[in-house]
């Protein structure tokens, strides 16, 4: 871990001189001598923070002159260090409640979307934007890298993160990750481990093997470990297997410290820490601190330190991998705020919209020629925006809201208070491109009345969302609000009906038989809006592909309810058993032989591709692979082949090993290689990781299910460290 961070730091010198440090001055060691510098009160105002807010929204007295966000850490002038200035999320600069007047930022679209381009280029694009308008606003800690994997349909955040496989997730997030952090800002990973519902989040007990957790959610963070190199991880509220996340000593200096060698500090989620005794147990710093019951790592650390039962060790060790990842990093520069380029940024967001559209079915409907005829637009705001999640993750996007309803909720912040919407209306944008026809819109509002005129239209195009909020999970796999009924009618008066998707989630859909086309646009951010009309006007060739699978019905999932429903998230233990262990997603259907609705990595395009020549060849220790991606169709488009590990020694598994995005013009082919992770050929044991050996059968495919001619290699036995 060392030596990439000395790469990064050559590489910040090179960009950014100011931060240049020198190569005797690693960060480690120009940490140790700031921190030996210190005096204890200024490692306490480090180890502990409260969310700096107006008073009127509590006791924590936020001093003159610091904006309302989501965390602060005082600077130390004298020793020439910014402290830490803290802002959510991955999905771009938030500004809660509206507390910085006006302070609006670039929406991009959601960890779905993005995770459904298979990008990981884009991705670290997509990073370094949000990297840059942090630091624009002032910033040097972004909250980001949600790389939680979406074990369930019902998670509420879902929509922030990036998927049900750690291959996927891990490559994402570690790309997202790097882009943030070479703007020299610190970018965490989160929420670390096994937060995968919303329902009693601080409470939920999550119990899981350690061989299943270290070759699913763990991977998933290590494999963003190591692509970003984060320089904070932030641990989660629920407990693994009986213990709380922020003190959790296995997790935490076992897992992170230990076997992975990392180097940065933990940081508590808001209001995570719950006791002084977390500090040894692997947490450095406790932040929200007005949300736990106490201040923990204040006067009850101090006087577990006076009274001999925590050393007073743990300040320096934790101040120190605060400084170091500070200092890594470069993002001790000084807090200057700098003007914003809003269009430039939002490219970045449409370009994620665009890519992350999934076109799920096309009777020939897709894409809508500029012909003069009748179209009927129906539903869900589409002529004043696009859907976006709930939460902190909740952007106020450029331009302001063009939809804001008040959902309730209570408490503090209520940073889950409102829907919101970017004003980029879909409506707009399809009768920019396609002029000749005409048309209308209708709310959607009375089906009944909606049906009527679409009986008269010569397309539909049905607009329906699903809004996800963060500590809420969802009920059922349906469209709220009747929508699905609003669809029926529609479909029923008629049938050349496409359906957009707005969701945070998989949805049900009962009426896709009766559909000429559906596509899912996620929550598609600050220029949705365009991406969605550029997909349906044939300007943009779909190339999404599921990040989720999407079940037919909740049965076929390992949970068909979410645990605890309603329960209030009062600290009543409430156990989930992940029995599915690390088959989540696609490997749970492929081992119960379930056919979902839509498989892990489906999507249309325009136009048609092919796989040829697959070669899989041992090398070594591990695996690689080369294909031939051919575009047989009628236009120019992006396949997303994958390459699955199929069986070992003739017994079926099923594992993502490897994908490539790959842009072809009508006729082109390319040679695609894969080199695989031996990790994702490897079991988990307290050893480490173990290749059994014998013979290895791969096949490429369009989808998990979509699988393609099967390639056999003999691999050799063999153990490896985690
Ligand atoms: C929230 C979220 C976390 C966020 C933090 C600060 O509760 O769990 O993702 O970064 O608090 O807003």
Redesign the pocket.
Known sequence: MKREFLTVIAVIAAMCPQAAVSQSDDPDGRAARIEAQMTDDERYALLWGYMPLPSRLGPAPTPEGVKPS?GYFPPIPRLRFPGLHET??SLGITNPNQLRRNDTATALPSGLALAATFDPVLAERAGRMIGSEARAKGFNVL?AGGVNLTRDWFGGRNFEYLGEDPLLAGLMGGSSIRGIQSQNVVSTA??FVLNAQETARHSVNARISEAALRESDLLAFQIALEVGQPGSI?CAYNKVNGVSGCGNDWLLNGVLRKDWGYKGWVMS??GATHGPADIVNGLDQES?AQLDKQVWFDKPLKDSIAAGQIPKGVLSQSVRRILRSVYAVGADFPLAERPIDDQADSEVALQIARQGIVLLKNDNLLPLNNTPRRILVVGRYADRGVWSGGG?SQVTPNGGPSVRLPYGGSGFLNVNGFQVLAASSPLAELRKRLPNATIEFDTGYDPGLAAARAAKADIVIAFVSKWQV?TLDSASLALPEGQDTLIDNLVSANPHTVVVLETGNPVAMPWLEKTGAVIQAWYSGQRGGEAIAEVLSGQVNPSGRLPMTFPRDAAQAPRSQVPGLGMPDDGTPLVVSYIEGADVGYRWYASKGFDPLFPFGFGLSYTQFRHDGLRVRSSGATATASVTVSNIGARAGADVPQLYLVAINGKPVRRLVGFSRVELQQGEGKPVSFAIDPRLLADWSPQGWTINGGTYEFAVGHSATQLEARVAVRLSRRCFKP
């Open positions: 989501a959510d999320a909250l989160k929420h932030m989620d808001w929200g902190s963060e």
